[in-house]
């Protein structure tokens, strides 16, 4: 999973808005985020809320996100929370 990729399952993991709505346009439409997406929805990590053209047909500033953290998600989610970070530890040769 590319940091992009989690940096969007961390967003629907944590935000109500849509990630699509809080970055530039020209990210938001990408091919990366489109494809972003499709892996999330084929890899059952986000469930669709509403389809397309009712989520796009709301005012940007104020809708709700179009997908939200299905169980899977969440677990994966969960899993890099408990990843311990490495500590450097300094010893005597």
Not at 36 to 53: K, T, V
Not at 59 to 73: C, K, M, V
Request: a neutral charge; aromatic letters at 10%; glycine letters at 4%.
């Amino acid at each position: 999973m590319s940091p992009m990729m989690i940096k969007m399952l961390l967003h629907y993991y944590a935000c109500a808005r849509d990630y699509r709505d809080e970055v530039p346009a020209q990210h938001a439409n990408s091919e990366a985020v489109k494809e972003a997406i499709e892996q999330f929805l084929a890899w059952e990590l986000i469930i669709g809320l509403l389809p397309d053209h009712a989520w796009k047909s709301q005012d940007p500033s104020t809708r709700l996100s179009q997908y939200a953290i299905a169980g899977r998600g969440r677990a994966m989610v969960e899993a890099y929370k408990a990843i311990r970070l490495p500590v450097i530890q300094w010893v005597q040769p």
